[in-house]
């Protein structure tokens, strides 16, 4: 059976520190990769979406960036972290074509 | 602009009381409807996914209807463990080889014994 895993699940940065959150997916080949982030009230934001190694599609402009170096594996990072980055970030995958996404536990950032 | 919209923010219900989550959307291309459970401190876990006006599906306590404008989470007799935010998101017009879904802020639900 295919599961994802997120880490770490809690992080507390100063600002203007760097960042890397990553996620891996096992028991699938050539999955779809995505990065969400849930503000409090608010709905998931899609960040960036992958749907094969080194492609990477950005939905929104920030000063965050990911990368996916091996074909299940998805990194999002930032060089300075901004306050307004706090939040919870969320990974998830599906099938290349399908529509269902399977989302990891979460990693939790606060910025201080 | 796709946009979807979910009520009530918050659903407080007494143990056993039935109830609707109400989500709106309004979407060019609407290529499916999803609903998902998130449990606080967790990623959301997939639900249903409904494609058509008209189209139903349930699981144990909870029904999804859907129609050209909007969908409806019917829980019935519902227990404490039914605790959680609902979350809606519609998947706009297929494009690039990936799936945009679009979520709403969804609806916090409290249910008391």
């Known amino acids: 059976s295919q599961t994802i895993h997120q880490w770490p699940a809690t992080l507390v940065q100063p600002v203007g520190s760097p960042l890397s959150l990553e996620c891996t997916v096992e028991?699938?080949?050539?999955?779809?990769l995505y990065w969400y982030r849930q503000a409090a009230g608010r709905g998931l934001q899609l960040l960036f979406y992958?749907?094969?190694?080194?492609?990477i599609s950005s939905e929104v402009p920030q000063n965050l960036s990911a990368s996916r170096p091996q074909d299940r594996q998805f990194i999002l990072s930032s060089k300075k972290l901004l306050l307004s980055d706090s939040g919870f970030y969320l990974c998830?995958?599906?099938?290349?074509?399908?529509?269902?996404?399977?989302f990891g536990a979460g990693s939790r950032l606060t910025v201080l | 602009e796709d946009q979807v919209t979910q009520s009530p923010e918050a659903l407080r219900l007494q143990e056993g009381e039935s109830s609707s989550l109400n989500c709106s959307y309004t979407?060019?291309?609407?290529?499916?409807l999803f609903w998902y459970r998130q449990d606080p401190g967790k990623g959301p876990e997939f639900l249903f996914t409904?494609?058509?006006a008209g189209e139903e599906k349930e699981k144990e306590r909870l029904k999804a209807t859907l129609t050209k404008k909007e969908s409806f989470l019917h829980i019935t007799a519902p227990k404490p463990e039914d605790s959680a935010t609902y979350l809606c998101?519609?998947?706009?017009?297929?494009?690039?080889?990936?799936?945009?879904?679009?979520f709403g802020a969804g609806t916090r639900l409290a249910v008391h014994p």
């Open positions: 998830a995958w599906s099938v290349a074509g399908a529509n269902v996404l399977t």
């Open positions: 028991g699938t080949s050539n999955p779809n």
């Open positions: 992958s749907v094969g190694i080194g492609q």
């Open positions: 979407v060019s291309g609407l290529r499916g």
């Open positions: 409904l494609y058509s």
């Open positions: 998101a519609v998947q706009a017009a297929l494009s690039g080889g990936y799936n945009k879904l679009i």
